[in-house]
């Protein structure tokens, strides 16, 4: 299993790039059920759950190319034929986002098969409320043996109001309306740039759809669509990840190719603790720290509030923060996986349920953590940055399924990270996961 090394101490300089956003290309990949034509995603991130999605749509009897035409970061999916609509156990097991097959498979072949993802490191991640959906629209829903089976000959437009905002609850229900009968009003809609990003690839393939990124959204049901090229938005939780390493190393960091409009909030959450903002251009902002950092709150939201995926990213830069940070965690309901080693590294957090109070500064001191979900890993190694010493990340695959080459885009920058182990070698232990 790899690792991480890491010294800590070194200020982050000079400028970091952002790799498309894993939680766009994963469903947009999935669109691509929608039509028996090409589906070419450009700017995909070289990134385990990419890998993950390919052989589940390979799986299926789908082609899928990835790094087509000489670049590592364009796929080319073809859906001509799906032999077998059915998202089995193995694979959905170390990717929960595999319940986004499930809305295109009906709409596309009547029936889809998909293991129940079951829950993961930070909560039970329930999909009722895609079920609740497709039943509306007609499907009839059987659970059996893990699976979910799902069919309908044609899926008919209906009025959703969804009960709680779910980002893949949309985004499944919205690729099942696209090719409905009729026209599907969508409210209370998750309102994150991945589903205006999905929204904006579904239009390119000739959907009709209004209102992506607000709370309500509007289809016209079309009886096909056709195949399009698209360029994935960069991904904003990695961006909001190297603007919070800039910071917490008392760094001068440009961070490249990235959507400043995307992460309003934690930029104004960043600047609200110290930190200089300034944006060189209109894909780049800048983050500048003298490591003098003032305690501020956080409450996680859905968009456009601060992002729950950068929560345990916050949380790190809390512990250097002078005076108390209270840290909400109101959309996971065990999303402090990482709380437990940034004490064991030398923080002063107390924890009451969902709440969090991070006393600072605290001074870190290097250890041997391990590394529980996505998000808690990158916390993990934003604390190490600062740590005095020579840390070592253990389970870091957690990492590599929603950060391209990390360590070497930090390594750029200045810090002091090695790997050991080898990145893509097959894992027989790998956990449920969480995205
Ligand atoms: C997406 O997960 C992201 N994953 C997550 O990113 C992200 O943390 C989450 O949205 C919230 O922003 C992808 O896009 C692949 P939800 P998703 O449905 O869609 C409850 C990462 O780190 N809920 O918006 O699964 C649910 O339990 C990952 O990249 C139901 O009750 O999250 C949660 O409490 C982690 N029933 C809340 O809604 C449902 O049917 C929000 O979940 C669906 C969700």
Redesign the pocket.
Known sequence: MDKFVIRGGNPLRGTIRVSGA??SA??CMAAAILTEEDVTLENIPQVR?IETERKLLASMGASVQLGSGGSAHRTTISCRSLSDPVAKYEIVKTM??S??VLGPLVARAGIARVAMPGGCA???????????GLEQMGATIQQAHGYLEARASKLKGAHLVF???????T?DLLMAAVLAEGETVMENC?R?P?VTDLAALLTAMGAKIDGAGTSTIRVQGVSSLHGARYRIHPDR?EAGTFLVAGAITAGDLTVADCNPQHLRAVIAKLEETGAQIDFPGPDAVRIRSNGKLRAADISTE??PGF???MQAQYMALATQAEGVSVVKEN???NRFMHVQELVRMGANIKLDGRTAAVRGPAKLSAAAVMCS???ASASLVLAALVADGESILDRVYHMDR?YERIEEKLRGVGAEIQRIGNLFAPRADEVVT??
């Open positions: 894993k939680n994963l469903p759950d929960r986002a319940s986004l930070i909560g039970g991640r329930p999909i009722d409320l895609h079920i609740k009960d709680k905002i779910t980002v893949t609850g985004e998750a994150e991945e939780i859905e968009y992002p729950t995926d959309i996971f309901e979900d996505l998000r929603g969480d995205s």
